[in-house]
């Protein structure tokens, strides 16, 4: 059942620095070196006698057990219902390992931004609506496949218009510095847009960010598509992209209108998405490769097509390649997973922000927003990775079943996913989606053409900088050359 409330807006938003020293242990080594701090961000808003808060982190991940922890602290700090905070992860591949001491510091850093955040909260307004960009993102599975253009901003001002805060949601991996090349810290491509956007805005504004449905989206670079490589790009290119998302979203931000009045709600579900909850990661290969070799051999006795007889072909010999890759030499590990997965929808005015734990594949988002659109619901953000309950992929069916490859090997080998776990997860948004209420508002209008002052470029390096221009700066695929850069839904 889902909880509603209305009233006048009083909002808050903190932030705390979680940048580790040099030295610290990261996703793929040991830091050597800081690119830009990294920050645990939190907003909260409340109409008096409901409160949510979001709470976004420079981390890979988020955890179940520092959720569960952050989320009691919290409750008995503030009083803010533990349900109701969302917690999600930008999902930089440059981030410290989350454990031994700095676990404890992160944890702490993570409760001190949100009961900040409730400390500072002031009579505020509101106003959510969405942009589109293209030409930045592709699908790494199908280079011709879908990306989700739409750039999420819910925009928080003081009461005088001063900015507050500004959260942003778009579906792009943060791996601009690639997997092990860049041997630091950083907040990647994502880090650099939350430092343009604070900078635009002006002192005191705080910017959070979600990481929408990206696990088969990755960004370009000078390299051109990072695809599967450790080459990666540079910290140039993460500053240009960053660059180019904190003009973005300033701009769509000036053009939101904003509210006093708020409505609150949000609505839970708890769903079971594994095949086995607890199992030994090496005897799972084992047996899901020699059903899939039954498979193949019922296939060839049943003279099957030749292009399915070569679908699974591929497939098993990608499973026994990746396995003796990533598996040789490394201990057995078991996966222990909760009962149900947490599966989140928070309502703010006639916005929703949905939270998926999980790297979650762009066709779902897709779908998602489809029919939420098809109920009226037109500015929908979904944060992946959230509230540490799943930590690998969530493909489509199609992916286990014709594509396979790296995420769909994670998901059912090294997690015991199963395939129909994405559509379930799907349905089950849109449900809680349509429980927060109806849509009351009609749908925000269309953004006229409209530039941000001249005074707002006054930050390097974005003087006398338009979002063509940073767009034409940026590297392209061989396979997309041909398709017209263009930003979409009337943005400048």
Not at 274 to 288: A, I, K, P, Q
Not at 386 to 392: F, K, L, T, Y
């Amino acid at each position: 059942m889902a909880v509603v409330s209305k009233g006048t807006l009083l909002a808050g938003a903190a932030k705390e620095d979680i940048t580790p020293p040099i030295g610290t242990k990261t996703n793929y080594g040991i830091a050597t070196q800081i690119d830009l701090p990294l920050y645990t961000q939190a907003l909260v808003l409340t109409d008096g006698d409901m409160t949510v808060g979001i709470s976004t982190s420079d981390v890979l991940y988020t955890y179940l057990d520092v959720v569960s922890e952050a989320r009691k602290s919290i409750e008995d700090k503030t009083g803010i219902p533990g349900a109701n905070i969302l917690f999600c992860a930008s999902h930089t591949h440059e981030g410290p390992a989350i454990e031994g001491s700095y676990r404890d510091v992160y944890l702490n850093k993570v409760v001190n931004a949100v009961c900040r955040a409730w400390d500072a909260r002031v009579a505020a307004r509101l106003g959510a609506a969405k942009g589109a960009v293209v030409g930045v993102h592709i699908n790494r599975r199908n280079p011709y496949g879908p990306a989700d253009p739409d750039v999420g901003v819910l925009r928080v001002d003081h009461l005088n218009g001063a900015p507050l805060a500004l959260l942003f949601n778009f579906a792009m991996h943060g791996v601009v510095l690639g997997h092990k090349q860049y041997q630091g810290v950083s907040p990647d491509w994502i880090g650099h847009a939350t430092k343009h956007i604070e900078e635009l805005q002006g002192d005191g504004t705080v910017a959070l960010f979600m990481q929408g449905p990206s696990g088969n989206i990755n960004p370009y670079t000078s390299y051109g598509y990072t695809g599967f490589t450790d080459r990666g790009g540079t910290v140039q290119d993460a500053e240009r992209i960053g660059a180019l998302f904190g003009l973005l979203t300033v701009t769509i931000a000036a053009q939101i209108q904003t509210t006093s009045a708020i409505r609150l709600s949000r609505a839970t579900a708890y769903k079971q998405l594994w095949e086995e909850r607890s199992f030994d990661r090496v005897e799972r290969y084992r047996r899901v490769l020699e059903k899939k070799k039954t498979t193949l051999r019922l296939l060839q006795k049943r003279k099957a097509s030749p292009e399915q007889v070569a679908r699974l072909e591929k497939i098993l010999a990608f499973m026994e390649e990746y396995y003796n890759r990533v598996f040789t030499g490394r201990p057995r590990e078991r996966t222990d997973h909760p009962a149900e997965a947490e599966i989140q929808v928070l309502g703010i005015n006639d916005a929703r922000i949905a939270g998926i734990g999980g790297e979650y594949f762009t066709e779902y988002a897709l779908y998602i927003k489809d029919k939420a659109l098809e109920q009226g619901y037109n500015t929908v953000f979904i944060a992946e990775l959230a509230n540490g309950a799943w930590q690998s992929y969530i493909p489509t069916e199609v992916a286990y079943t014709d594509e396979y490859g790296y995420e769909a090997f994670s998901a059912e080998i090294l997690g015991g996913l199963s395939p129909t776990a994405g559509q379930l997860i799907a349905d089950t948004v849109v449900g809680l989606i349509a429980a927060c209420g109806n849509p009351v508002e009609p749908p925000p209008k269309p953004f006229s053409k409209m530039y941000l002052p001249k005074e707002a470029y006054a930050v390097k390096p974005l003087i006398e900088s338009r979002l063509d221009r940073l767009l034409e700066s940026l590297p392209y695929h061989h396979e997309l050359r041909a398709r017209k850069t263009e930003i979409i839904r009337d943005l400048p």
